[in-house]
């Protein structure tokens, strides 16, 4: 099992940016891929992207591509999601997810995190 923490949330205006970090601990060795979601007030859950753990290739939800980065410090167990450019509409709480299947779809995880409140006013 793969434990996950999420942190960086806050309140920022239309414009800024901020870095959401996620730290896994546990069977972290498994891990395939990391992935990041999210989901606003009376919305599902939104894929955003995700990083294969051991190469650092990327996939990004369209709305988010060219504005969100993930990367990854294997190091420190941790997944980070840099979100530049953000809009009143990227306003939900984010969560990421550890995914043990190398042949997992990209919506497919074992593990997740509690959440990080993310709000953007305009």
């Known amino acids: 099992q793969v434990q996950l923490v999420e942190s960086g949330g806050g309140l920022v205006q239309a414009g800024d940016s901020l870095r959401l970090s996620c730290a896994a601990s546990?069977?972290?060795?498994?891990?395939?891929?990391m992935g990041w979601f999210r989901q606003a007030p009376g919305k599902e859950r939104e894929f955003v992207g995700r990083i294969n753990w051991s190469r650092g290739s990327t996939d990004y939800a369209d709305s988010v591509k060219g504005r969100f980065t993930i990367s990854r410090d294997n190091t420190k167990n941790t997944v980070y999601l840099q979100m530049n450019s953000l809009k009143p509409e990227d306003t939900a709480v984010y969560y990421c997810a550890a995914s043990r299947s190398a042949y997992a779809s990209k919506y497919e995880y074992d593990s997740w995190g509690q959440g990080t409140q993310v709000t953007v006013s305009s």
């Open positions: 546990g069977r972290t060795s498994s891990v395939y891929f």
